[in-house]
């Protein structure tokens, strides 16, 4: 009941912001600075398809939107690749931010027909040169996954086809390849700790209708839309803010990112699902790691892990 109470709140929330034409504010808040020089602000346009309507900075000059949820993928069906022809499998946007596969992703194969959502690094479908390059592929060692043999290789430039996003289309996201990337460790590391914002409000630690998780507010972000607790702090905890149905939807309307602790899968054993996010970046580490963006109740922070790890994925396309 309270499941499907929720759903229709959130479509009211969508129907109200199209019939309104209810966009998001590209104004700063002066008033709520915090005596901060905000970003300036890039020049709206049309929010692309499976993308979200908050403009985050992840570098001086780079702004980006982010997917409306986090990336799943079916081995049935077959998809648009960016070398040209078609690939076996779907990729898609989970429905809500909230959405995780969560005891599913451990059936993960070449034969597994259900959606998975923990993803081995660099395993877009294109062969990278690595040995294991298919979202299905999940053996270690690290050196299995090491996109033209060598370990400093990030998924950039020559090997850009091993981002999940550069190489496949994204059937709720545009349908084609090349629409949307993932971001590098040192753009995680922007969006979480030097961006500037209208409010000085970035990230907090939230459980939104029940699922623990990270709250990213856009760069435009006012603190009269919804005062959030413990914001900035890598150590709050998932209590810190508790949002319902009805709390959520202006959040979502007016921007607000959520990144589901989905957890993550060694092998088809999965781990600290429902307390723990794990995402990744495009960058290499050392012979052994690949930098994550990662949090849990108490922390917030990238680091080194193996490629091998089933992590979550989140994509983004410019807003400039």
């Known amino acids: ?3 499907n109470l929720f759903r229709t709140l959130v479509a009211v929330f ?6 309104f034409a209810v966009s998001c504010d590209k104004t700063a808040d002066d008033n709520g600075n915090n005596g901060q020089t905000t970003s300036p602000d890039p020049e709206p346009k049309p929010v692309p398809d499976g993308a979200l309507c908050g403009i985050f900075s992840v570098s001086e000059n780079t702004h980006v939107y982010f997917s409306k949820g986090n990336l799943q993928y ?17 990729w898609r946007f989970a429905t809500w931010q909230w959405d995780t596969i969560g005891a599913a992703n451990s059936n993960v194969s070449s ?4 959606w998975i959502d ?3 690094w660099g395993t877009s479908g294109w062969n990278s040169g690595a040995v294991g390059y298919q979202p299905y592929f999940i053996e270690g060692p690290s050196s299995n996954y090491y996109p033209g043999g060598s370990y400093t290789n990030d998924l950039t430039g020559e090997f850009a086809n091993a981002d999940w996003g550069v ?4 059937s709720n996201g545009g349908n084609r390849p090349g629409l949307w990337r993932t971001l590098s460790e040192e753009e995680w590391g922007y969006l979480k700790d030097s961006r500037n914002t209208a409010s000085g409000v970035r990230y907090a630690l939230a459980t939104v209708c029940g699922i623990h998780g990270l ?14 607790n413990d914001v900035n702090n890598y150590l709050a905890e998932y209590d810190a803010n508790v949002l319902t ?8 309307l007016a921007g607000c990112i959520f990144l589901p602790a989905a957890g993550y899968r060694r092998d088809t054993s999965l781990y600290r699902v429902g307390s723990w996010g794990h995402y990744w970046t495009t960058t290499s580490n050392t012979d052994y790691f690949r930098w994550s963006f990662e949090f849990t109740s108490g922390g917030v922070f990238r680091m080194g892990n193996y490629p091998y790890i089933g992590s979550s994925v989140r994509l983004v396309c410019s807003a400039d």
Request: with cysteine.
């Open 1 to 3: 009941m309270k499941y």
């Open 14 to 19: 969508a129907m109200a912001a199209m019939i």
């Open 74 to 90: 079916t081995t049935t069906g077959t998809h648009a690749v960016a070398d040209g022809g078609t690939a076996p499998g779907t």
């Open 111 to 114: 034969s597994y027909t259900g």
């Open 118 to 120: 923990l993803f081995c």
């Open 167 to 170: 190489y496949n289309a994204i």
């Open 215 to 228: 709250i990213l507010t856009p760069d435009n972000w006012k603190t009269e839309t919804y005062a959030l």
């Open 245 to 252: 149905a009805a709390q959520w939807g202006p959040l979502e």
